[in-house]
């Protein structure tokens, strides 16, 4: 039997070991997040694209069937999109329908289109840019009051 040796190798990881993991996963981690905030938002863009259609559609279906006897149209703001069932817009009237979006912005902001009643028809071709930084959408709505996304 030898003298036991005080200066064995003990097994573990280094210093050195274990700051390069960290690093490795330090910049993994950054770039999942990256990718997964920009996946959000682009998201979130074509969700407010998507509302903003439909409600486009919702007040050309209620000019058509003249429900109320009044004009309906859509006024887009640069964070609200808002049915509204008077001609003009009026902001304080009790039967607008508003909807909070993202941030966005909107090339002619405040965007209103107005649909007429029983032929749901605008009284000129209309074009909606939108914007979040990234993405981009265009809403084109003929003088027939079809709507192109």
Do not use: C, W
């Amino acid at each position: 039997m030898g003298s036991p040796n005080i200066y064995r190798h003990n097994p573990g990881f280094t210093l050195i070991e274990l700051v390069l993991t960290l690093a490795i996963s330090s910049l993994l981690s950054t770039s999942i997040v990256s990718v997964s905030l920009n996946s959000m938002q682009k998201y979130f863009f074509t969700a407010d694209v998507a509302t903003i259609i439909r409600l486009l559609e919702t007040a050309r279906a209620q000019a058509l069937s003249n429900s109320g006897g009044n004009v309906h149209g859509v006024r887009v703001e640069n964070n609200a999109v808002i049915l509204f069932f008077n001609d003009p817009y009026n902001s304080s009237s009790m039967s607008n329908i508003k909807l909070n979006t993202g941030t966005r912005t909107v090339s002619n902001s405040p965007y209103e289109v107005q649909f007429e009643p029983f032929s749901g028809k605008t009284i000129a071709p209309l074009l909606l840019n939108l914007t979040n930084g990234q993405s981009n959408a265009t809403i084109s709505i003929s003088t027939n009051g079809v709507i192109n996304p």
